[in-house]
């Protein structure tokens, strides 16, 4: 079941995020200190549409919906949707969590009426990769590491919504209705890579 976050569901949240990111322990540099903010993904719903899903009574996993018009990396346009922090607990993954999360995500930027759909991620989270190409997300451009890991700008524009949705639903059918379109101004955005490092990370700890 996927359903919008409540406060009570703040420690399991944190713990499945944390879970989740934690087989890239290697991979980033100052790992105390990422992890740190990783385990303070609740605090995302303070400025987005925080979806969590549920198995048995119990988060398994989660992700959120940055909507037109709220708070978001300068890397994206401020009237497109956003997708954050998709997570799954390692012992529910390969159950579908993932793709029923990204489907509510992108359900919410339908109604929203966005004109595309950003996300950034990188090669190591590979089966995430995977995901969003499969359903037509294409890769934009590169963006400055993060704490020594590659990442890039990914873009689904809202043409190809319906069909992504069509694909998460039904895994096995064809993709050829997925128009991999980017928006005109989806080249425009210049940004520091000062700006881009801090957008990349997670909240600071709130006082």
Same mark, same amino acid.
């Given at each position: 079941?996927?359903?919008? !976050?409540?406060?009570?569901? &703040?420690? $399991?949240?944190?713990?499945?995020?944390?879970? =989740?990111?934690?087989? !890239?322990?290697?991979?980033?540099?100052?790992?105390?200190?990422? +992890?740190?903010?990783?385990?303070? %993904?609740?605090?995302?719903? =303070?400025?987005?549409?925080?979806?969590? *899903?549920?198995?048995?009574?119990?988060?398994?996993?989660?992700?959120?919906?940055?909507?037109?018009?709220?708070? /978001?990396?300068?890397?994206?346009?401020?009237?497109? +949707?956003? #997708?954050? %922090?998709?997570?799954?607990?390692?012992?529910?993954?390969?159950?579908?969590?993932? &793709? $029923?999360?990204?489907? $509510? @995500?992108?359900?919410?930027?339908?109604?929203?009426?966005?004109?595309?759909?950003?996300?950034? @991620?990188?090669? #190591? %989270?590979?089966?995430?990769?995977?995901? !969003?190409? +499969? #359903?037509?997300?294409? /890769?934009?451009?590169?963006?400055?590491?993060?704490?020594?890991?590659? !990442? =890039?700008?990914? @873009?689904?524009?809202?043409?190809?919504?319906? $069909? *992504?949705?069509? &694909?998460?639903?039904?895994?096995? @059918?064809?993709?050829?209705? #997925?128009?991999?379109?980017?928006?005109?101004?989806?080249?425009?955005?210049?940004? &520091?890579?000062?700006?881009?490092?801090?957008?990349?990370?997670?909240?600071?700890?709130?006082?």
């Amino acid at each position: 079941m996927i359903r919008d !976050y409540v406060e009570a569901d &703040r420690a $399991a949240v944190n713990a499945v995020a944390l879970a =989740a990111f934690a087989q !890239y322990a290697g991979d980033y540099e100052d790992w105390p200190t990422f +992890s740190a903010g990783i385990a303070r %993904m609740a605090d995302l719903a =303070a400025d987005g549409d925080l979806l969590v *899903a549920e198995r048995g009574g119990v988060v398994a996993g989660a992700v959120v919906h940055v909507g037109p018009g709220r708070p /978001r990396s300068a890397i994206f346009p401020d009237d497109w +949707s956003v #997708i954050r %922090m998709l997570v799954v607990d390692p012992a529910a993954r390969g159950g579908g969590i993932g &793709r $029923a999360l990204v489907a $509510a @995500t992108l359900e919410r930027a339908q109604r929203a009426g966005a004109p595309a759909v950003g996300l950034h @991620t990188s090669p #190591i %989270m590979a089966t995430a990769l995977r995901l !969003y190409e +499969s #359903i037509g997300f294409v /890769r934009e451009h590169d963006l400055p590491p993060n704490r020594g890991v590659p !990442y =890039a700008r990914y @873009t689904l524009p809202a043409a190809g919504i319906s $069909a *992504a949705l069509g &694909r998460l639903a039904a895994p096995g @059918t064809p993709v050829s209705s #997925i128009k991999n379109v980017v928006p005109a101004q989806a080249g425009a955005q210049v940004v &520091r890579a000062a700006e881009v490092q801090a957008e990349l990370g997670f909240p600071p700890a709130r006082e």
